[in-house]
């Protein structure tokens, strides 16, 4: 695999990720960094860099440019936003950069930072029609999303780190002073009459405030899952933690759960930008994307020459990307998928499931074995585990949840789903079990990973599910093991499970 290192300067944060790919294939996340170096503190309306906030970003920058070379990355994309684009004195800050790296950074402009972000939201998120945002400490850049495709886009000097500047002169923040904040909001958006919720249009929300918030919200509900990306984020959330954040100092802030101490005097800023743009399209919620204008730059170059660079199907290629990180085996994994949709379909009217729970049962049979890679005992737990902390583009929290009890319940036992009640929905667990059951029955009937079986039939009964087994060759041993491993089935389905070789 290549390495590609890609920076991000904005205004508040510096951010660096490490991808390691194979053009078109697969890829992976090696490593992440970000430093706050407050790039457009003091820039007021003089539009004029400081000289503390360049050392500070140069630094970062300089630090990366080093971690990049000594980890082997063999490319390195740099780009600046808002900060750098909008200054008055471009000419101290890249005699700086020059003195210091050999990075080519790039400016770009308000409309393809607009873009890279939406490319880095649309491959992550199943987000086909609404709306994407970025708040970042400079700017708040706003795109319409129609069949996948970016219509238009609208960028606002709504930055966290510059509201806060602008209009937070008290701690804790005056009614006054609030107010100001809130019109500064208003004034900010007030020529963006295109956005507007309904119809099934969804609003994405990425960057490090939408990011913030989720995790204090997950901490104050005791979520289940350390996992933002893809967390549905309610308005009435983000109003209870604007007047939980404005009734304490900034010191006082740092205590909050989920709040990093870095953030916490930009927040509360970020916080009513992000309300008053969900209150003037009308949305109660938003779906957090934990990828942005890095990860848009990324699949630009991954998905080469693609254009635009989109995943035509994010939630197929992750399993497979995570599948072929782990060295499946795609002959078993085929074969396994094969039987295990096979008798979901032949049990359709007993089990009255549709689309959906058929697609989460052939990508768990992708990936049931995925563990092997840690280690063969326990490999279904290993799997579990694997799926938990995968990238899973394009999957709800929910969904993740389901797959990852899938493959643990692949070889053995049951998941424990008691702690993730919050997410699942009460009919979950026998869903869960179904599957399961299903997908264990395929397992072992490919017990020889010699694709032996070639087909199954099902004769059910309101008694019985009768397994009529099909095979090229000798299925003695996989129909031996299927029946010892069958309790699951006959409890899911509330028969007496028998398999034999057909005539």
């Known amino acids: 695999m290549q390495k590609i290192g890609i920076i991000d300067l904005g205004s508040n944060t510096t951010r660096l990720i490490v991808m390691a790919y194979e053009l078109g294939h697969s890829f992976r996340l090696m490593d992440e960094v970000s430093e706050t170096v407050r790039l457009a503190e003091g820039v007021g309306s003089s539009g004029t860099l400081r000289a503390a906030p360049i050392h500070r970003a140069v630094e970062a920058l300089s630090m990366f440019e080093r971690f990049c070379h000594n980890t082997g990355v063999t490319q390195i994309i740099a780009v600046g936003t808002s900060a750098i684009r ?17 990075l080519d950074l790039q400016i770009i402009s308000a409309e393809e930072e607009a873009h890279f972000g939406y490319l880095g939201t649309v491959n992550a998120l199943t987000i086909s029609d609404g709306f994407v945002f970025d708040t970042g400490g400079g700017s708040t850049q706003v795109s319409a999303v129609r069949n996948h495709r970016r219509l238009r886009s609208f960028s606002a000097q709504a930055g966290v780190l510059r509201f806060t500047e602008r209009f937070v002169k008290s701690d804790p923040i005056s009614k006054n002073d609030m107010r100001r904040l809130r019109e500064g909001a208003q004034q900010a958006f007030a020529e963006l009459d295109w956005v507007r919720g309904g119809d099934g249009l969804q609003l994405a929300g990425m960057g490090g405030t939408v990011r913030t918030l989720a995790r204090m919200d997950q901490k104050q509900r005791g979520y289940p899952l350390d996992r933002v990306h893809g967390y549905v984020l309610a308005r009435e959330s983000i109003s209870r933690m604007i007047e939980e954040m ?7 802030r740092e205590s909050i759960p989920g709040l990093k101490s870095d953030r916490a005097d930009v927040s509360l800023a970020g916080a009513v930008i992000i309300d008053q743009l969900m209150e003037q399209g009308g949305f109660s919620e938003l779906t957090v994307s934990g990828q942005g204008v890095r990860e848009g730059i990324f699949y630009k170059h991954f998905l080469q020459p693609a254009d635009p660079p989109i995943l035509e199907n994010q939630r197929e290629f992750s399993i497979l990307n995570l599948a072929r990180l782990h060295g499946y085996e795609p002959a078993h994994c085929a074969k396994v998928a094969e039987l295990s949709l096979s008798l979901y379909d032949q049990l359709a009217p007993i089990h009255l499931y549709g689309a959906w729970e058929r697609e989460l049962l052939g990508y768990a049979a992708l990936i049931h074995d995925i563990g092997v890679q840690v280690g063969y005992y326990d490999h ?9 902390n995968a990238a899973m583009l394009g999957f709800s929290h929910r969904e993740i949840i389901i797959l990852a009890c899938l493959v643990r319940n692949h070889r053995k036992g049951m998941a424990d789903t008691a702690e993730y009640a919050q997410i699942l929905q009460p009919d979950d667990e026998q869903r869960i079990a179904r599957l399961s059951a299903l997908l264990r029955l395929a397992e072992y009937l490919e017990r020889s990973k010699s694709q032996v079986v070639r087909a199954v039939q099902v004769h059910a009964t309101e008694d019985a599910i ?6 090229d060759g000798d299925p003695t041993v996989e129909i031996w093991d299927a029946n010892r491993r069958a309790g699951l089935m006959k409890k899911a389905f509330g028969r007496a499970i028998e398999i034999i070789a057909a005539p």
């Open 246 to 252: 404005a009734g304490r100092t900034r010191r006082e």
């Open 86 to 102: 909008e200054a008055q004195n471009q000419d101290v800050f890249w005699n700086a950069l020059h003195q210091q790296t050999g």
């Open 380 to 388: 279904h737990k290993h799997s579990a585990y694997l799926v938990f």
């Open 466 to 471: 009768r397994i009529l087994v099909y095979a």
